[in-house]
């Protein structure tokens, strides 16, 4: 059997993909992460997971659409404004 896993870096996969090989199902990981910041953050777990599933002989699929902004649009619209100074902000 084979599942597709979603994986955020290496390390958080490390435990889940012995487990699946002990069970006899194959992992299929699977890079897709907008969410990541900074960006050298992003590229640090990508490049890591990428030398862990070749290392262990897994097979990856990459999305490698950082997407930051749309990712924060999509949670707060207004992005070029989310860090604006509540203190100065009235609540009614």
């Known amino acids: 059997m ?3 896993m979603h994986t955020c870096c290496a390390p ?3 435990m889940c ?4 090989k ?5 992992p299929i990981l699977y890079w897709y992460n907008p969410n990541i910041h900074p960006f050298k953050e992003y590229k640090m777990r990508k490049n890591t997971l990428i030398k862990h599933a070749e290392d262990i ?17 999509s949670i707060f619209p207004d992005f070029d404004n989310r860090c604006i100074n509540r203190q ?4 009614q």
């Open 2 to 4: 084979k599942l597709l």
């Open 12 to 14: 958080c996969s490390v």
């Open 17 to 20: 993909i012995e487990t699946l």
């Open 22 to 26: 002990k069970e006899n199902i194959e």
């Open 57 to 73: 002989g897994v097979k990856l699929i990459l999305n490698d659409q950082y997407g930051l902004r749309k990712f924060i649009e």
């Open 88 to 91: 100065t902000q009235k609540f």
